[in-house]
């Protein structure tokens, strides 16, 4: 049996932050947000500055990473009109990816996002502006637009109008916001898991087979950061398509 003196398995605990006295919303995730809003901004300037018709190996990868985003979600699920959003989903996708990698920063280790106030936050965000396309597309007749199909008989209507206000304004704002909070923490979890308990092994004196599970544990920990990186461009793409989904059937889209 392994002895627990001196051991704390991780608990939620670890991912509540203080700020300074006063200044509790000043806390480690909100540092980092208005960091990865910062590198942002300034990356994207900078970028934009450097733009040439012929790009150089430098440049290359900013307009594959712009031409990602422009054309392969925004004017492909959108459509016409699509031009004013790409900023918007640009800095997006930019922000939720800066921050999730700060999971794996050594200096940082916590991804943004895995404090779930800053998913319910940003979905909120999504949230009001899909909805509010959708009014400032179609006026008050979005809501018939989105609540009733086409050529639904009318004895229909009471049973299918519930289901579709629950799953256009509950159901959709309230998965975005719990797949991205949900695949950050559990991820970041598991990598503090193998990291402490591989850390408590490693001190468990005259046991060779402790210090060795200790060892694989810190070691596997590894590839579970590099599994994170991934994970984390993925939830950044999938709440960016989901987005521009929101955004595409609030402006177009009937039943």
Do not use: C
Request: without cysteine; proline residues 5%; hydrophobic residues 55%.
């Amino acid at each position: 049996m392994i002895p627990m003196d001196g051991w704390a398995a991780p608990t939620t605990e670890d991912f509540i932050f203080h700020g300074p006295a006063g200044l509790d919303w000043l806390n480690k995730p909100m540092i980092q947000l208005i960091i990865a809003v910062v590198l942002v901004a300034a990356f994207w300037l900078i970028a934009a500055r450097k733009v040439k018709v012929r790009p150089t190996k430098g440049t290359f990868f900013l307009e594959w990473a712009y031409d990602f985003v422009r054309n392969g979600i925004a004017r492909e699920m959108i459509g016409q009109g699509y031009q004013p959003f790409v900023p918007l989903l640009l800095g997006m996708f930019s922000v939720i990816l800066i921050s999730n990698l700060f999971g794996e920063f050594f200096l940082l280790m916590f991804p943004t996002f895995s404090n779930i106030g800053y998913s319910w936050g940003m979905t909120i965000f999504v949230y009001i502006m899909y909805v509010g396309m959708g009014f400032k597309a179609h006026g008050p007749g979005y809501l018939k637009q989105a609540l009733v199909p086409a050529g639904l008989p009318a004895y229909m209507v009471p049973i299918v109008v519930p289901l579709e206000f629950i799953s256009t304004f509950i159901t959709r704002p309230l998965t975005l916001g719990i797949r991205l909070f949900a695949n950050m923490f559990g991820g970041h979890i598991v990598v503090i898991v193998f990291v402490v308990g591989g850390s408590y092994l490693l001190t468990v004196s005259n046991n060779l087979v402790y210090n060795m599970g200790g060892v694989f544990s810190l070691l596997f920990s590894m590839v579970m950061m590099g599994l994170e990186v991934f994970i984390g461009f993925m939830q950044a793409y999938i709440f960016t398509i989901l987005t521009t989904q929101y955004i595409s059937s609030a402006m177009h889209e009937g039943h």
